[in-house]
């Protein structure tokens, strides 16, 4: 099998621009600004906020809309969301940085889900509080996912999953600081948790 050689493009890594020549044999691999892997759009500015993927959960929803609406009991409910949507809407949460914005956006469709759960209509002036208490949640969902965080964060700093995962995480980029406050990254989500 034999590669062809293309042009090499400039890629934005964080607020620089670069550009990268990467070579496997004789040819040079093209860098492309993003590309989809495992059902993800990876981005050249790793903008988690576009990780999170609300639209295909939703999509999930909808197909399970069947099964939510018919005359089961909200246990049986709640273990199909937790199943076939939740599960969807998870996928790959441990590489999230959370900030304030992304946790409002898991709270929200947490919400929505349950008030579609429940067959209640917005003109209904229910609280959210008053939803989860009929719903009968005991540990929010995004303090469940910042504890699989934090577990893969112990994992990979045990040392378990192998030196170049823990090289890295807390290996540090030789490089002038950029202009600005510094985004928010991974390991600001464990040192504050």
């Not at 639209?55 to 609406?69: A, D, G, S, V």
Request: proline share 2%.
């Amino acid at each position: 099998m034999e590669i062809n050689a293309k042009k090499t493009k400039t890629m934005h890594i964080g607020r620089e621009t670069k550009t990268l020549t990467i070579t496997v044999g004789k040819a040079v691999l093209e860098q492309v600004s993003k590309y989809s892997y495992l059902g993800h759009m990876i981005t050249e500015d790793v903008a988690t906020l576009k990780e999170v993927q609300i639209r295909k959960t939703r999509q999930k929803f909808w197909e399970n809309k069947e099964l939510l609406r018919r005359n089961v009991g909200l246990n049986t409910k709640k273990r199909i969301l937790a199943c076939y949507i939740f599960s969807v809407f998870n996928y790959d949460c441990k590489a999230w940085t959370y900030s304030k914005t992304v946790q409002k956006k898991i709270q929200k469709f947490d919400m929505w889900c349950y008030r579609r759960l429940l067959n209640v209509p917005w003109t209904e002036k229910k609280t959210n509080n008053e939803i989860i208490k009929i719903v009968g949640v005991g540990e929010k969902r995004l303090q469940q996912l910042m504890k699989r965080k934090l577990r893969y964060a112990g994992h990979i700093m045990r040392g378990s999953s192998g030196p170049l995962l823990q090289l890295s995480l807390e290996g540090k980029i030789e490089r002038k600081r950029g202009h600005g406050r510094p985004r928010r990254n991974w390991m600001d989500d464990v040192k504050e948790w």
